[in-house]
């Protein structure tokens, strides 16, 4: 007599390592605010649906991440002025997308990044542009810098 025995398994998936872990506003300023990292709107506000408001409602955890690596390793005082608000260009790493945030010029920060990263050239319509080490994107768009991030630069 032959048995035969049939093993059932259940497999629950994890999540793959490059999902995106998705932050609302009250979550990515709470961060913000413990790292020392301000923000700012010329509308005073934070509705992810006005323009003149800046919003992280969605932002991507690897952008906050970021943006606190980047406070962390200059030293520098950091402004953000655009989050995932409308009225950004639109495409895969956008800021509606939560890859991008916007940061005001200020002479220490500009000068990290000059000093820091890598020289990428001119791109016509944006500015000037230089790529971290980590591979993301910091472009000089002459009143703020865009900074795109694929990843947290070593958070």
């Known amino acids: ?18 999902a995106a872990t998705f932050l609302t506003h009250a ?12 923000w700012s709107s010329s509308g005073n506000c ?6 003149t408001c800046t919003s992280f409602e969605q932002i991507r955890q690897t952008t906050i991440d970021g943006i606190k690596t980047l406070k962390r390793s200059s030293g520098c005082a ?3 002025t655009g989050g995932t608000e409308t009225g ?17 010029k200020y ?3 500009g000068n990290y990044i000059k000093n820091n990263f890598t020289y990428v050239g001119y791109v016509s319509g944006w500015g000037y542009q230089y790529r971290s080490g980590a591979g993301n994107l910091y472009t000089d768009e002459g ?6 991030y694929y990843n947290c630069g070593g958070c």
Not at 88 to 104: A, E, L, M, Q
Not at 143 to 148: G, K, R, Y
């Open 88 to 104: 950004h260009s639109s495409g895969t790493y956008s800021h509606w997308n939560g890859y991008k945030v916007d940061i005001s």
């Open 27 to 38: 979550q990515a300023t709470a961060q913000l605010s413990a790292a020392g990292i301000t």
């Open 1 to 18: 007599m032959i048995v035969t025995a049939a093993a059932v398994f259940s497999f629950t998936a994890a999540p793959p390592a490059t």
């Open 107 to 109: 002479t220490c920060v």
């Open 143 to 148: 009143n703020h810098w865009d900074i795109l």
């Open 46 to 51: 934070s509705n992810r649906y006005n323009s």
């Open 78 to 80: 950091v402004n953000i």
